[in-house]
């Protein structure tokens, strides 16, 4: 068995030109951060929160704000329909994360159209602590 030397993951998702009814629906919000966990092997730790983000500035119109707390750390989603815009983390203490599946996941539910995909590697001393 191979030693994990960096504490986890950190994905990061930005989605464009997503269908502006998904990212508007809180229910789908709800769903995808209620399935997604048991569907890459985590454990949630609380059903997801989610709230309904009212427009706050020129740049930040209101959408969907959620995100759930998982054994291995979270997930969030916050939408934002009228730019047609989702911004994701997908953080976890595991040794992989499934960048293909987590994006596909993502891309399916919002039907978005391009993916800017960003992975970080957290805690790369945390085996030397």
């Known amino acids: 068995m191979e030693k994990q030397t ?12 997503g269908d502006k009814e998904k990212l508007n629906n809180f229910e789908l919000v709800y769903r995808v951060l209620d399935e997604l966990p048991e569907n890459l092997g985590m454990h949630k730790l609380i059903p997801p929160y989610v709230v309904i983000a009212p427009p706050v500035t020129e740049k930040d119109q209101g959408g969907v704000s959620g995100f759930v707390m998982i054994a291995e750390s979270h997930i969030s989603v916050h939408t934002f329909p009228q730019k047609q815009f989702v911004s994701i983390d997908v953080y976890t203490c595991q040794k992989d994360l499934d960048n293909q599946k987590i994006s596909d996941y993502f891309k399916e539910k919002f039907d978005l159209q391009e993916l800017e995909i960003n992975k970080i590697i957290r ?3 945390f085996s030397e602590q």
């Open 6 to 17: 960096n504490f986890g993951a950190h994905l990061t998702i930005d989605g464009y030109k």
């Open 123 to 125: 805690g790369t001393k």
